[in-house]
């Protein structure tokens, strides 16, 4: 399942955002307002999880805002006790589900596999793009059926251009999605786990291309 998670709480996000990897998920972590909307429309998901109380936009307008666009995935809501005074309302608005804060991340995840089953989805662990596939639950990936030793970040690194294959992602995303906010890396250890990943490569038709000075993409040999 590919679940856009909305959430600026540093902590609480990384937490959500840890344990739905473990279970097999592909999480796109957003944690302003402003890129909610931009971030759903660029790529599918199968559900998403907001937090009301964001920077800069409010989760209630971005719902709304949603809905009008025609964007269809359920939407799990993460709020305070305080924040939901009228919960018939925030359904109404176009929210499928809601959780009180503070919650076991357990029920969380169930609540999202319940969404997707009520509105007809099916979760998938496996991502992919040309002869390249990732099985997003075992961590293992293949190339023609073939395995390839690969890191942990360089799993990740390969997941992230996968799910966005044809499309540049910025270096800076990468950076944010690859490293905790409190490591002291520079960009030239992201080059490094591309180098890596090109050359295990070697054998995919597909290749990561560069854009300079803005990022890298993830495309088929043609």
């Given at each position: 399942?590919?679940i856009l998670?909305?959430?600026?709480?540093?902590?609480?996000?990384?937490a959500?955002?840890k344990?739905?990897?473990?279970?097999?998920?592909?999480?796109?972590?957003?944690?302003?307002?402003?890129?909610?909307?931009?971030?759903?429309?660029?790529?599918?998901?199968?559900?998403?999880?907001?937090?009301?109380m964001?920077?800069?936009?409010?989760?209630?307008?971005?719902?709304?805002?949603?809905?009008?666009?025609?964007?269809?995935?359920p939407i799990?809501?993460?709020?305070?006790?305080?924040?939901?005074?009228?919960?018939?309302?925030?359904?109404?608005?176009?929210?499928?589900?809601?959780?009180?804060?503070?919650?076991?991340?357990?029920?969380?995840?169930?609540?999202?596999?319940?969404?997707?089953?009520?509105?007809?989805g099916?979760?998938?662990?496996?991502?992919?793009?040309?002869?390249?596939?990732?099985?997003?639950?075992?961590?293992?990936?293949?190339?023609?059926?073939?395995?390839?030793?690969?890191?942990?970040?360089?799993?990740?690194?390969?997941?992230?251009?996968?799910?966005?294959?044809?499309?540049?992602?910025?270096?800076?995303?990468?950076?944010n999605?690859?490293?905790?906010?409190?490591?002291?890396?520079?960009?030239?250890?992201?080059?490094?786990?591309?180098?890596?990943?090109?050359?295990?490569?070697?054998?995919?038709?597909?290749?990561?291309?560069?854009?300079?000075?803005?990022g890298?993409?993830?495309?088929?040999?043609e």
């Amino acid at each position: 399942m590919r679940i856009l998670l909305v959430e600026d709480n540093e902590d609480l996000g990384e937490a959500i955002e840890k344990r739905l990897r473990s279970a097999g998920h592909s999480v796109e972590w957003v944690k302003d307002g402003d890129d909610v909307v931009p971030t759903a429309e660029a790529e599918p998901f199968d559900a998403v999880a907001l937090d009301l109380m964001l920077p800069h936009r409010d989760g209630i307008s971005l719902i709304a805002e949603l809905r009008k666009r025609k964007f269809n995935a359920p939407i799990l809501v993460i709020t305070a006790r305080s924040e939901i005074d009228d919960k018939v309302s925030l359904l109404d608005l176009g929210a499928d589900d809601y959780l009180v804060k503070p919650f076991d991340l357990r029920e969380l995840e169930a609540r999202l596999r319940a969404l997707l089953r009520r509105t007809g989805g099916q979760a998938s662990s496996t991502v992919g793009v040309g002869n390249l596939e990732l099985d997003l639950a075992g961590l293992n990936a293949a190339v023609s059926g073939k395995a390839l030793e690969l890191g942990r970040r360089e799993f990740r690194l390969l997941e992230i251009l996968v799910a966005h294959a044809g499309k540049v992602v910025a270096k800076e995303r990468l950076m944010n999605q690859l490293f905790n906010f409190d490591e002291n890396v520079s960009v030239n250890a992201l080059e490094l786990h591309i180098s890596r990943l090109r050359k295990k490569l070697e054998h995919a038709n597909v290749e990561i291309g560069t854009v300079r000075g803005v990022g890298y993409v993830v495309r088929v040999n043609e």
